[in-house]
């Protein structure tokens, strides 16, 4: 019998609440899709990967706390219960989700489903969070005991791949200890503290593609004000530490080139602190952008807000926000590369046995045995070859929801599959499966 994998991630299944990111669209397409595609491998013995952030623990959040006045009002601290009683809300608010996987598994006892942990989902390494997946998948089943099973990593040598979520290349979402659930990531603390409060007055905020561009496009200037207060409470909370600017983004911090800016975070202007002359952003780039909308006339909605927050820090002091210099075009993607295909290229070890970057694995990938290097995390498929070696890095992409700055569902459904070909080599495939009848979502 043949192997092969199926692998997405990303789906971020929440609590159908204004926090959720995996709209009906998205889910009626991944019913549709378990329905069919895997029938093409009837014969195979199939595993069906999910590489992390199948579920938004981080944003099933009680109503006292997306809409709390203060940040330190909102606790955070967490236990495995606390943890498992979020996850069975998730499993409540979408039945044909795990229906469909129930379905997946009922016809073949050669079909396993496996999840790894993410960062949004890392309470899956708590044995009381995964009997509620297991269970929402199979009540009362006879199915065997591996059907559903739990990994902090995917290892299958037979296809020559690994596969782990990719959170641990990011700082700011990475774990000291990832098979423990002692200490959540920076990131934890900023979703529940900063974004759940600003995406419940503003719903589907942060799945916006661009999501600054979208505030400016869509003229939303009053969630400037929100955002500041909710990202200076932030700063002041001192129950955690915080993440590290820019690399926490609304956007894309990177843009392919400078003349296509797709801005990071306004810090300077959202914290309250005036900051070595700049008034809006610790990014460069950001600050010439927000500079340039200061100054624009077909936007004074920004400056009004803008200079209601710029007063605030100045106090009684003038200050002129300059006009923004000209950037000059580059090739950005040429002078900063991709940070997650650098990483995986060091999993392997060298002809010295030395590496740069401990897969979850535990120990450096052998050459001889891996061909492939899947991740999630980024939302952005990818598949292509690391320099210097015949193995391939590929990204998952994503499920949860993407919104267009008009509002329309441009999420972008994509799978990877590995299976060997009659000749026993191992074949990639990465696609998109189509998204039906996405209707404009309704914004805030």
Known sequence: MKKSAIFLSDLHLGRDDQLEDFAVANQNAFIKF???????????????????????IWQVAEDDEKTAAQSTSIPMDFSAQAEADRMARIVQSHSGFFAALRDFLTPASHRRIVFTPGNHDHALVAPAVQTIVRDGITPASTLPPDAVCFSEFYNEPRLGVYGEHGNQIDPNNAYKSFPSLDKEAKGFYFVRSFWNRVETVYPSLDVWWKSFDAIIKRKLWKAIPLMAK???????????????????????????????????????????QPQ??????????????????????????????????????????????????????????????????????????????????????????????????????????????????????????????????????????????LMPNDAGEIEVEQECWPLEHAVPSILG
């Open 230 to 272: 909710c990202w200076c409470q932030y700063l002041a909370d001192h129950r955690f530490d915080h993440v590290s600017i820019p690399s926490i983004l609304v956007y894309d911090a990177v843009p392919s080139a400078y003349s296509e800016i797709q801005m990071a975070f306004p810090d300077v202007l959202l914290a309250g």
């Open 34 to 56: 378990l329905r069919e595609y895997p029938t093409w491998f009837a014969t195979d013995e199939l595993d069906l990967v999910f590489l992390g952030d199948t579920f938004d």
């Open 276 to 417: 070595d002359g700049r008034f809006f952003s610790s990014d460069p780039l950001t600050e010439e952008a927000l500079r340039a909308l200061y100054h624009d006339p077909a936007n004074p909605g920004f400056r009004v807000e803008a200079d209601a927050l710029l007063k605030q820090q100045y106090l009684d002091e003038s200050y002129t926000v300059p006009v923004a210099r000209p950037i000059v075009e580059l090739d950005a993607k040429g002078l900063f590369g991709d940070a997650y295909k650098r990483a995986v290229n060091t999993m392997f070890s060298d002809s010295t046995g030395s590496h740069r970057y401990l897969p979850l694995k535990g120990v450096p990938l052998d050459v001889e045995t891996y061909s492939f290097v899947v991740l999630g995390h980024t939302h952005g498929e990818k598949m292509e070859k690391l320099p210097g070696r015949t193995a391939q890095y590929i990204n998952t992409g994503s499920w949860s929801t993407r919104l267009s700055v008009d509002g329309r569902n441009i999420s972008r459904l994509c799978y990877t599959r």
